[in-house]
């Protein structure tokens, strides 16, 4: 099989005609044979899709023909395999939910810093350096000078910046996040309660992988993903994390070999929460999949689920 492209993007922008943009796009994406999914709102475009070297060539020259689209934030890695189970291609209230009303990174957003200025603000003592990833992110690998800000979604970020920063303290802040685009709504928020020098890593950690010097690189651990893949490691290669099917946090190689984790039913995060009937009936099902997929059918719920 042939390698598989993933292809991850994003762009604020107005979109009124979304509705005839999905339409559009989801004929695309099943033409060319591309899963993952595709996010539209009314401020712009958000998503990471999967498929051929053709197929995902083909989406990027349908969006490049309609000619709003110059400024796609657009990054690739690979896989061996497909990532994605199925296309969707949805609408929703906004790219990426931060639920701040009004919020608008068009508008006015931070300034964005490039490998060699991102390595400055981590070496700048007076420069605070905020994660805007969640905390099960973060566990799979960070930037050691980053402050984490504790949230288990982006939605919690902005009650995260009126309990623990303040602008007269914190005059030169510093953000990342995996693709960028959390930083766009991020910076904007941060300007927007008076904070004066606000950055954020252009393209995210994924860019950084892709663009810094090996010998420079200050990243540690991998990068979490939000497909089958679950991580990708410094030269954007699926990573050794799998994601655990029973809480969906993502679980090491190291902890996979914990008499806590077992396949399906329970790992180190969840074991605790856990009752032994839940495992018991957890089992149950697995074995169930497992017959069905032996047969070559499938069980009704895959036993694979995409990333979140």
Avoid at 112 to 139: C, F, G, K, M, S
Wanted: charged share 30%; aromatic share 6%; with cysteine.
């Amino acid at each position: 099989m042939s390698e598989i492209i993933v292809a991850s993007l994003y762009q604020f922008l107005p979109l009124p005609d979304r509705e005839a943009l999905r339409d559009r796009l989801l004929r695309c994406c099943q033409s060319l044979g591309i899963k993952g999914t595709l996010l539209l709102a009314n401020e712009g475009i958000n998503g990471t899709v999967a498929g051929s070297r053709g197929g995902i060539d083909g989406l990027r020259a349908e969006l490049a023909a309609d000619g709003r689209f110059d400024g796609l934030e657009y990054k690739e890695s690979t896989a061996a395999e497909q990532p994605f189970l199925r296309l969707k291609v949805r609408l929703k209230r906004e790219i990426v939910s931060m639920g701040v009303p009004g919020a608008d990174p068009t508008r006015r957003v931070g300034r964005y810093a490039d490998v060699d200025r991102w390595h400055q603000l981590l070496d700048d003592p007076e420069t605070l350096v905020i994660d805007t990833r969640n905390d099960y992110e973060i566990a799979v690998g960070r930037f050691d000078q980053a402050l984490a800000p504790g949230t288990g979604h982006f939605r919690e970020f902005p009650d995260f910046v009126r309990r623990e920063l303040d602008p007269a303290r914190h005059r030169r802040i510093a953000m990342y996040c995996t693709g960028g685009i959390r930083c766009e709504k991020a910076s904007h928020h941060l300007l927007e309660q008076g904070f004066e020098e606000v950055w954020h890593l252009r393209g995210g950690i994924l860019r950084y992988l892709e663009e810094v010097n090996p010998a420079h690189n200050r990243w540690r651990g991998e990068c979490f993903v939000f497909d089958d893949r679950v991580s990708v490691d410094h030269q954007l290669q699926p990573g050794e994390h799998r994601l655990c099917r029973a809480c969906r946090h993502p679980v090491s190689a190291e902890q996979r070999r914990s008499p806590l984790y077992e396949e399906g039913i329970s790992c180190p995060h969840c074991h605790a929460r856990q009752s032994a009937a839940n495992r018991e009936r957890a089992r149950a099902r697995r074995h169930q999949v497992e017959l069905a997929e032996a047969r070559g059918g499938q069980h009704l719920g895959p036993a694979k689920a995409a990333g979140a």
